[in-house]
């Protein structure tokens, strides 16, 4: 029973870490600006160079990688937007980057299926896409808001 509290104790010990590293990796514009364009950098390889074998074949998983990096672009925008606690604009600017975020998506998928070879437009992309955007605005207002409060 004891060692099960303990580990308890070592993901809230984790879970500060990881908390305290997010908000000092995104306390300046140059990692969310990096984040973004490593995701379309990466939605615009061509998909003759894209493997087809291993990890890449496996179902479903390019729906993953959408949530994730979409996820991310809202996720460390937000950070960067809360690291002056003083600006009550917070909320106004998370559903921004929500929404530009979104369009970014969509813009991204007719880019694929118009101007890279061997890529096509997926609607199921661009809901990955605003899955993972509006899951970390969620995350942003109701959970940082709480821990927020807490200190």
């Not at 479903?60 to 690291?83: E, M, N, P, S």
């Not at 600017?93 to 969509?106: D, H, P």
């Not at 007719?110 to 809901?127: E, K």
């Amino acid at each position: 029973m004891r060692a099960m509290g303990k580990r308890s104790g070592d993901y809230s010990l984790s879970f500060a870490l990881m908390w305290t590293f997010l908000q000092k990796l995104c306390s300046r514009k140059w990692f969310p600006i990096t984040w973004t364009v490593f995701t379309v950098l990466l939605l615009c390889i061509p998909g003759s160079e894209i493997p087809g074998d291993g990890l890449f074949s496996i179902e479903g998983l390019d729906k993953v990688a959408h949530v994730i990096l979409f996820g991310g672009i809202v996720l460390f925008w937000g950070f960067y937007f809360r690291q002056n606690p003083a600006d009550d604009r917070f909320r106004r600017l998370l559903l921004w980057s929500v929404l530009l975020t979104i369009l970014l998506g969509i813009g991204l998928e007719f880019l694929q299926r118009y101007a890279i070879p061997n890529r096509s437009f997926d609607v199921g992309d661009i809901w990955a896409d605003t899955g993972g955007a509006a899951a970390t605005a969620v995350f942003h207002v109701f959970w940082t808001g709480k821990k927020k409060k807490q200190a």
